[in-house]
């Protein structure tokens, strides 16, 4: 079933991540309260659309790809602009930092 939102085509399960947050992806806490709501959008498969999104923080993006390993969807992103792209895959990429290792440097 498709519908309009907002000028975009949206398709079932589909969510344009900017009509929920804002364009720009900055605030760690806004990826779990997007998530909070994806976890609720009936299926398994869930489409997020990021046309119109401007720029992504690296906590963002850390937060974002922590919910959507524990979310049980599968997530699949699309029109994802070059600029967020790029540091999802640095975040995505970067090896988990060793915090017990951190804390006994101290």
Same mark, same amino acid.
């Given at each position: 079933?498709?519908?309009?939102?907002?000028?975009?085509?949206?398709?079932?399960?589909?969510?344009?991540?900017?009509?929920?947050?804002?364009?720009?992806?900055?605030? *760690?806490?806004? /990826?779990?309260?997007?998530?909070?709501?994806?976890?609720? !959008?009936?299926?398994?498969? &869930?489409? @997020? $659309?990021?046309?119109?999104?401007?720029?992504?923080? *690296?906590?963002? /993006?850390?937060?974002?790809?922590?919910?959507?390993?524990? !979310?049980?969807?599968?997530? &699949?992103? @699309? $029109?994802?602009?070059?600029?967020?792209?790029?540091?999802?895959?640095?975040?995505?990429?970067?090896?988990?930092?060793?915090?017990?290792?951190?804390?006994?440097?101290?």
């Amino acid at each position: 079933m498709d519908l309009f939102k907002g000028g975009l085509m949206l398709f079932k399960n589909e969510v344009v991540i900017i009509n929920e947050i804002l364009p720009n992806l900055n605030i *760690r806490g806004g /990826a779990k309260v997007f998530f909070d709501y994806v976890k609720n !959008i009936p299926g398994n498969e &869930i489409l @997020i $659309n990021f046309e119109g999104s401007k720029s992504i923080s *690296r906590s963002f /993006a850390q937060e974002y790809l922590k919910q959507k390993r524990l !979310i049980n969807k599968e997530i &699949i992103e @699309i $029109n994802v602009p070059p600029n967020i792209y790029s540091i999802l895959k640095i975040v995505e990429n970067a090896p988990d930092p060793d915090v017990k290792k951190i804390v006994e440097d101290l």
